[in-house]
């Protein structure tokens, strides 16, 4: 059995030793730990969408830098628990680096329409374009309640001496780039 130290009773078939002496060696032959492969910080890099799958993270993106990859995969887990809430959409979005700031209807001055929320999200340390906004509208939809309707207000925040710009989104329908207004 390759040095392997059988925990099975003595009474086995020649076929269930066989076998037990196969799976020790392939065990041995894996170059990871299992409890590794199962930690998303400690999880060969390679390996990642295979994770991601396992916790059943809801979007992923393969050009993605790790840091982001494996924050998601940390985080699926908490944000499904809570899937369908104000929480699980600023989680979800915080994994991938972007601040968010939620306004739901009855926080609106005056209410606004019932099962409507306004989300103002934060990009920096990178830009914004169209495959971005859509990734931040995937994961809002995938995170919140599924009879609820937003206004998604994606800003970039820009460190810099440069301008900055603004874009909204509409119920889903209109896009609009707005100077950013420095007050």
């Known amino acids: ?30 170059p990871v730990p299992i409890d590794t492969i199962w930690h998303a910080y400690k999880c060969p890099a390679a ?35 809570i899937k369908g809430t104000r929480q699980a959409v600023e989680k979800a979005l915080a994994a991938i680096d972007i601040d968010t700031k939620i306004i739901e209807w009855f926080e609106m001055n005056p209410p606004g329409k019932r099962g409507t929320f306004k989300i103002t999200a934060n990009v920096t340390n990178r830009g914004i374009n169209q495959e971005e906004h859509k990734n931040i509208q995937t994961i809002i939809n995938a995170a919140k309640n599924a009879r609820s309707h937003y206004d998604l207000n994606v800003k970039l925040i820009n460190e810099s001496t440069q301008s900055s710009i603004s874009t909204t989104l509409r119920q889903s329908t209109k896009t609009t780039l707005y100077p950013l207004e420095v007050n």
């Open 1 to 30: 059995m390759n040095g392997h130290k059988s925990i099975l009773p003595g009474n086995l078939s020649e076929l269930e030793r066989d076998l037990e002496g196969s799976l020790a060696a392939a065990q041995a032959a894996i």
């Open 47 to 81: 390996l990642l969408p295979y994770l991601a799958w396992a916790v059943s993270v809801d979007h992923w993106q393969a050009s993605w830098p790790e840091h982001i990859k494996r924050s998601v995969i940390a985080k699926s887990l908490e944000v499904h628990e």
